[in-house]
Nanobody, 129 residues
């Protein structure tokens, strides 16, 4: 089971830190990603930390603003310089594998919702003045 926390209302230019905790499995063994879904839009991959934690992937829309990281409690998403278009429900998800060999197309795989097996319930992030 995955549980997200840390969402809320923030002004444009502000920051939020989302956290994803797991029960029933060891997160450090698997690829973990953050996705988001805005009303009327498809679910979008935002960031992923690979199973080895050595590779991280980001959507172009968040590069330089969002950072995915792991700690003993789980997987975090630090979101800076937030924009109104970042408003969405944010989900964390786990991919139990197997994983494809590292390649130039790894980002496409890891930011695709089809790769993921279990999902959290989501946390709302609203960026508005």
């Amino acid at each position: 089971q995955l549980v997200e926390s840390g969402g809320g209302l923030v002004q444009p230019g502000g920051s939020l830190r989302l956290s994803c905790a797991a029960s029933g499995f060891t997160m450090s063994l698997y690829a973990i990603a953050w996705f988001r879904q805005a009303p009327g839009k498809e679910r979008e991959g935002v960031a992923c930390s690979s199973s080895t934690s050595s590779s991280k992937y980001y959507a172009d829309s968040v590069k330089g603003r969002f950072t995915i990281s792991r700690d003993s409690a789980g997987v975090n998403l630090q979101m800076n310089s937030l924009k109104p278009e970042d408003t969405a429900v944010y989900f964390c998800a786990v991919d139990y594998g197997p994983y494809p060999p590292e390649s130039d197309s790894s980002g496409t795989y890891y930011l695709s919702s089809n790769a993921y097996d279990d999902w959290g319930q989501g946390t709302q992030v609203t960026v508005s003045s």
